[in-house]
């Protein structure tokens, strides 16, 4: 299998299995020839804190991060945006491999006042996360959440969404995401797999949620629902159906909810097992979708 890979995934792939056993200079000394490095916009004023982009994970989920790495967050270069995984209190029994991986890595969040269950990853952990991210003193002009079983095309993402509202509405309220409805009462909400908030969204959610913490909701329900009982108005920036979609290969029908990758496929999701995953993520380069995918 590893045969069919383009060679930079081949590349990435063996440079994650020795970082247990080289350090980091030595890899840093590794990587830089070898990845493909694209500039997305060029020098930037606010280059080190302009996009988070944070992966919900759970801590056992070792493997997951390491192809996660090894994939999107490798075919791109650009210091004005930083990746994060963001796991609760791994337990006593994970904690020494978090560890671990984050001194490899150093690319961790670790919500320790969470505990790391289904139920906690599908309520409140991406609000605490940003409360984290708010309270810490953080600040990035957008921070997008994202699901381990999601894709992202980052470059073609920041070009197409993020550098048209970066110098002018990175103040307003915007979600940028897949747009969901919430029937009674009606509301919109942004698709879990992937949504995208501006800093002055993130501040406002951090603040409707420490004044009404609801702990029983679905994160992404949530968003929306904290802004509707607030009687807050906000701009969603809509992924359509062809830019994020649930990932099914045998649909060819691109304005399907569900279908294969295909021209415009920003952020295919639901790759749960890492066959799929790997499968899908070796259709991108570092320029977004191959042309022959
Ligand atoms: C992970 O490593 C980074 C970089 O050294 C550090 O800033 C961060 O605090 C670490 N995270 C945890 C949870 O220890
Ligand atoms: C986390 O789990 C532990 C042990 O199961 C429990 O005692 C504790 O109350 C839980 N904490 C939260 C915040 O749910």
Request: hydrophobic share 40%; aromatic share 10%; with cysteine.
């Amino acid at each position: 299998m590893m045969l069919s890979f383009p060679r930079q995934y081949n590349k990435a792939l063996r440079i994650v299995s020795i970082c247990s056993i080289v350090p980091i200079s030595v890899l840093l000394f590794l990587v830089s020839p070898l990845s493909s490095l694209t500039s997305l916009h060029g020098p930037s004023p606010n280059a080190p804190t302009a996009w988070l982009i944070a992966t919900i994970s759970p801590a056992h989920s070792q493997r997951r991060r390491n192809i996660i790495r090894a994939t999107w967050q490798s075919l791109y270069e650009d210091p004005a945006i930083t990746t994060r995984f963001v796991i609760s209190d791994p337990g006593e029994l994970w904690a020494p491999l978090i560890r671990h991986e984050n001194a490899t890595y150093g690319d961790i969040i670790v919500l320790s006042h969470l505990n790391e269950t289904a139920h906690i990853a599908n309520t409140i952990k991406s609000m605490e996360l940003f409360r984290y991210l708010v309270e810490s003193g953080f600040h990035w002009q957008f921070v997008s959440k994202l699901d381990d079983d999601s894709f992202l095309d980052v470059s073609t993402f920041y070009r197409s969404f993020i550098l048209p509202i970066l110098d002018t509405r990175s103040h307003d309220l915007i979600i940028i995401g897949r747009r969901l409805t919430y029937r009674k009462p009606h509301f919109d909400y942004p698709g879990g797999q992937f949504y995208t908030l501006t800093w002055e969204m993130t501040t406002r959610l951090v603040h409707l949620y420490t004044l009404e913490p609801i702990a029983d909701e679905h994160e992404d329900v949530l968003v929306g629902r904290l802004l509707d009982e607030a009687g807050v108005s906000w701009e969603l920036v809509e992924l359509d159906n062809p830019t994020a979609f649930d990932y099914d290969e045998k649909n060819t029908d691109v304005l399907a909810n569900r279908h294969a990758v295909l021209a415009g496929a920003i952020n295919p999701h639901k790759m749960k097992d890492d066959e799929t995953y790997l499968k899908v993520a070796a259709m991108y380069d570092s320029h977004g979708l191959r042309p022959e995918s």
